[in-house]
């Protein structure tokens, strides 16, 4: 049973930048898309990266918004990272790390696999 465990969520300052990680296990991710959503409130759940650990380099996907200001790497064998520069406040939300059984995933439908969620928040 894949598990998914996030943390680095907090407290940052406009600007600043803030690194979440996502411990993979119970499964086989070579082929797996892994990605991170976010859901800020009242709004829908929303993809903001993804990445195909199987291509050389890894093959990612981001969304417009964050273009330039996120990245989704593999930090070693089963841990996910997006981190986030120029924080803004747009920003905020509960961020979740999913995976995804087929490749080049982007629907949340598509990720079988959710972590708990951790919460990003923009300082005043």
């Known amino acids: 049973q894949v598990q998914l465990v996030e943390s680095g969520g907090g407290l940052v300052q406009p600007g600043g930048s803030l690194r979440l990680s996502c411990a993979a296990s119970?499964?086989?991710?070579?082929?797996?898309?892994m990605g991170w959503f976010r859901q800020a409130r009242g709004k829908e759940r929303e993809i903001v990266a993804a990445?195909?650990?199987?291509?050389?380099?890894?093959?990612t996907y981001y969304a417009d918004s964050v273009k330039g200001r996120f990245t989704i790497f593999r930090d070693n064998t089963n841990t996910e990272v997006l981190q986030i520069n120029r924080l803004k406040r747009e920003d905020p939300a509960v961020y979740y790390c999913?995976?995804?059984?087929?490749?080049?995933?982007?629907?949340?439908?598509?990720?079988?696999?959710w972590g708990q969620g951790t919460q990003v928040t923009v300082s005043s």
């Open positions: 119970g499964g086989t991710f070579a082929t797996y898309t």
């Open positions: 999913a995976a995804s059984p087929l490749r080049g995933a982007r629907e949340s439908a598509s990720f079988t696999s």
């Open positions: 990445i195909n650990w199987n291509c050389s380099g890894g093959r």
